[in-house]
T-cell receptor, first 111, second 113 residues
Framework: DAGITQSPRHKVTETGTPVTLRCHQT?????MYWYRQDPGHGLRLIHY???????DKGEVSDGYSVSRSKTEDFLLTLESATSSQTSVYFC??????????FGSGTRLTVV | GENVEQHPSTLSVQEGDSAVIKCTYS??????FPWYKQELGKRPQLIID?????GEKKDQRIAVTLNKTAKHFSLHITETQPEDSAVYFC????????????FGTGTRLQVTL
């Protein structure tokens, strides 16, 4: 067990609906991240957190919001899903200055 | 912000040959350079990393080299095996930035028999 779980693993949603993805860690790591993975683009940072209630934007944050009310949980919300947000979403955790451990990913399809 | 370029995008080698993947970065303050391997349908997994105070690091059949002056780093896999087939990502981050990693676009390595 990698100490990080994402839910759901797969989701299909309609354009215009809000969607929340959950990331849960048991490692007590300070840093948590949300990335999206798309062909030809690699992994791009959406938002990240450096502590409870401390979050900041990444390079592709438009249309997304996050919340971290507890050390172990980091939520990603698509406020009004669009087809361009169809992607695989990965959560990652990191101790200070170290490499990431990724979750298993969430495959989101917006129809 | 940081920009990481990775080449080649695809690489095919015969089993037993060596494979080299190269990355360049733009931010001279970057000081941490990990490599991730992602098998089909799986999560990326850290395979090796290097910090800017080191020029080379090895772990069995894989090695990473770093040239700070030229701002590039490379992954070397020797004696490739079919299980090395995967997508490999390089990344870079700088101190004091919450360890935010900027990733390259990936290299699909295929090891043929």
């Amino acid at each position: 067990d990698a100490g990080i779980t994402q839910s759901p693993r797969h989701k299909v949603t309609e354009t215009g609906t809000p969607v929340t993805l959950r990331c849960h860690q048991t490692e007590n790591h300070r840093y948590m991240y949300w990335y999206r993975q798309d062909p030809g683009h690699g992994l791009r940072l959406i938002h990240y957190s450096y502590g409870v209630k401390d979050t900041d934007k990444g390079e592709v944050s438009d249309g997304y919001s996050v919340s971290r009310s507890k050390t172990e949980d980091f939520l990603l919300t698509l406020e009004s899903a669009t087809s361009s947000q169809t992607s695989v979403y990965f959560c990652a955790i990191s101790p200070s200055g170290g490499g990431y451990t990724f979750g298993s990913g969430t495959r989101l399809t917006v129809v | 912000g940081e920009n990481v370029e990775q080449h080649p995008s695809t690489l095919s080698v015969q089993e037993g040959d060596s494979a080299v993947i190269k990355c360049t970065y733009s931010d001279s303050a970057s000081n941490y350079f990990p490599w991730y391997k992602q098998e089909l349908g799986k999560r990326p997994q850290l395979i090796i990393d290097i910090r800017s105070n080191v020029g080379e690091k090895k772990d069995q059949r894989i090695a990473v080299t770093l040239n700070k002056t030229a701002k590039h780093f490379s992954l070397h896999i020797t004696e490739t095996q079919p299980e090395d087939s995967a997508v490999y990502f390089c990344a870079a981050s700088r101190a004091g930035t919450a360890s935010k990693l900027t990733f390259g676009t990936g290299t699909r390595l295929q090891v043929t028999l």
